[in-house]
Structure formats: structure tokens, C-alpha cells
């Protein structure tokens, strides 16, 4: 019986090591210089292996940072509607992912970002490609302001998850939600539209 070729078997195992090949390849060449045929190749996997199970560079990167949301979906939540309110949706969008069933992957993603340099180069790969770059056109930015305007709009979001979700300062942590969207909407709202 003449031995198998070709690409692995799908499996647990296959998709494992294809996301800590897509870890270790993101981090060290960062979204751009990190080809599907760079991650397979060290994953030891033929890229339409890769595309079978994830379909997409972008759609790998979010499995490979275990992301509890894709940001493009909290983007474009945010922009449909007034432009006067997109802080308060915003913030409403993103509270709703971290008090569900995504949060608990939220957790994990920003504990671990703390915990390494290799992770924290992960992490701001993952803010500078999918939600600094993909923002700005959504939002309707500026092209020379809203790179600063969507970053310091997630500062205030990252800051708000490490400490309500992460370290559980009271009464932050058990805030509800609508308090907080009152609270912290209108700080996004001036970050994105407002005077800086």
C-alpha cells in the first residue's frame, strides 16, 4: 500500500498547530509580512488547508488571538445611526461582547498581553490591523487625525476591559452597563468627533 502525500489529515491537532504557527509568524512579521504560505509552511500544512479552516489572513488572525469579537462588527455598529452618538454605541456594542459569552476569551486576551513581549506585539498588531486601519474609513475619519482619534478611543475602551473585567475594581466591575455606556460614551464620542 503506497504511503499518503499531501497535506495532513484535519484534525484538533492540525488546527492547533496552524494557529500557534499563525502566533508565532504574526508576532515575529507582524500582519503584513505574514503570508498564508509563510504560516503553512511553518505550520508544516498546505495553505488551502489553511483556507479550508479559516478562510481568511484576517479571519486566522482573529482565531489566532482567540478575539472575542471581530472589530469590524463593533465598527460598523457604531457607525450606522447619528454621528452624534457613535461613542454611546460604541460603547454599548462593546459592553454587550464582554458581558457575554465572548468575554471570558476578552479576559484571556488581555491578561496575556501583559504577560510577554512576544503577546504584547501580538496585541498591538491585532489594534493597529483591525481596528486602527479599519476604523478610520468606516468612521468616516479624517485620514491624518483618525488614526489618533480611533487609538485613543481604544485606550479609553482597553482601559475600561482591563479594569471592569480583568482587575474588577468596584463599583466599576459591577456597574450596569447602561451606567457605564452613559458614563464613558460621551469620552469616546469626543475622541472620535470632537475636539482634540
Partial sequence: MARRTGRRPGNQDTRESILDAARRTFAEKGYDGASIRLIATAAGVDPALIHHYFGTKEKLFLAAMESPMDPVDVIDAAAEGDPAEIGIRFVRVFLSIWDGPGGTAGVALLRSVVGTEWTTRL????????????????????????????????????????????????????????????AVGPNVQRYLTGAL
Fill in 123 to 182: 496585541f498591538r498588531e491585532f489594534i493597529l490591523t483591525q481596528v486602527l486601519r479599519r476604523a478610520v474609513p468606516r468612521l468616516g475619519l479624517d485620514e491624518a487625525e483618525g488614526p489618533l482619534r480611533v487609538s485613543l478611543a481604544a485606550s479609553q475602551m482597553v482601559g475600561l476591559a482591563l479594569a471592569r473585567y480583568v482587575i474588577k475594581v468596584e463599583p466599576l466591575a459591577s456597574a450596569p452597563a447602561e451606567t457605564l455606556v452613559a
